[in-house]
């Protein structure tokens, strides 16, 4: 206590019309200010406002409103209805982008299933004609043409279509220069498409084994030759595979998709 007053008489000097408690005031500081180690950071964020804290930035607002200008109901109430609705938006979006990805993984799936599917069909179509054609091997194969094959027992077939024509015919067996080399006379020729087998008919001269192209013609009411529509016919003798796909061997050299036949006579 002795101490303390003789601090406070020696501050006292009534000949100074300063007041005593100025001699306590603190010296200015000099030179430049140096930031507090301790500030707050100013960086600023990133993220993206969430609800939570737009609900923290509405209370701190309406903590430190005006208590004279407080912020009116509807505004507030606006806010919140837009922050909602963004909000809900996002929601949707990444709803609508969720269900995008499940149905491009869907159609994926589905287009690879679909491809499988193809190429198992496929594989199975391969199967059963390769099957079908060798259950045509030892028969007559007929497609589009005008070729025929004799054996060497005179023994061939062909395939005509004379259409509305009837009457009598004849079959006229052409070589590789395009000359006629023999003939045979057909009667009874009832229109539409026939076939007739070489070996049941005279030919003049003689027919040779081989290969042969040829014609069938149709005797009119008025004596003209009109000719009718050929098909290519002989045994079916092979088969072989190209690409995946049946090929026929008709006589001894004639190749012939399988596709391509028209029809098969036993």
């Known amino acids: 206590m002795i101490t303390a007053t003789r601090n406070v008489a020696s501050a006292f000097d009534p000949s100074s019309t300063r007041p005593a408690y100025a001699a306590t005031e603190a010296t200015a500081p000099t030179g430049p200010a140096e930031p507090s180690s301790g500030a707050p950071s100013l960086t600023k964020s990133t993220k993206g406002m969430g609800q939570d804290e737009f609900l923290k930035m509405l209370v701190a607002q309406l903590k430190n409103q005006d208590p004279l200008n407080p912020m009116d109901g509807k505004d507030m109430a606006a806010q919140l209805a837009q922050f909602s609705t963004v909000e809900q938006l996002i929601t949707m979006n990444k709803s609508l982008e969720a269900q995008a990805a499940s149905a491009s993984g869907t159609a994926d799936a589905i287009k690879a299933l679909e491809t499988s599917q193809s190429e198992r069909a496929d594989n199975l179509a391969q199967l059963i004609e390769g099957q079908m054609a060798m259950g045509t091997v030892g028969k007559i194969g007929v497609t589009l043409?005008?070729?025929?094959?004799?054996?060497?027992?005179?023994?061939?077939?062909?395939?005509?279509?004379?259409?509305?024509?009837?009457?009598?015919?004849?079959?006229?067996?052409?070589?590789?220069?395009?000359?006629?080399?023999?003939?045979?006379?057909?009667?009874?020729?009832?229109?539409?498409?026939?076939?007739?087998?070489?070996?049941?008919?005279?030919?003049?001269?003689?027919?040779?084994?081989?290969?042969?192209?040829?014609?069938?013609?149709?005797?009119?009411?008025?004596?003209?030759?009109?000719?009718?529509?050929?098909?290519?016919?002989?045994?079916?003798?092979?088969?072989?595979?190209?690409?995946?796909?049946?090929?026929?061997?008709?006589?001894?050299?004639?190749?012939?998709?399988?596709?391509?036949?028209?029809?098969?006579?036993?």
């Open 145 to 266: 043409g005008n070729t025929t094959f004799v054996d060497k027992a005179g023994n061939g077939t062909v395939v005509v279509d004379s259409g509305t024509q009837k009457g009598a015919g004849r079959i006229s067996m052409i070589n590789d220069k395009g000359q006629t080399i023999s003939s045979a006379s057909v009667g009874d020729v009832k229109g539409g498409q026939m076939a007739f087998e070489l070996g049941d008919y005279s030919w003049t001269p003689p027919l040779a084994p081989g290969k042969y192209t040829y014609k069938f013609e149709v005797a009119t009411d008025g004596g003209q030759w009109q000719a009718a529509k050929t098909y290519t016919a002989g045994r079916i003798t092979g088969m072989r595979y190209e690409s995946g796909n049946p090929i026929l061997i008709i006589g001894d050299a004639l190749s012939v998709p399988m596709s391509q036949l028209t029809q098969v006579r036993s």
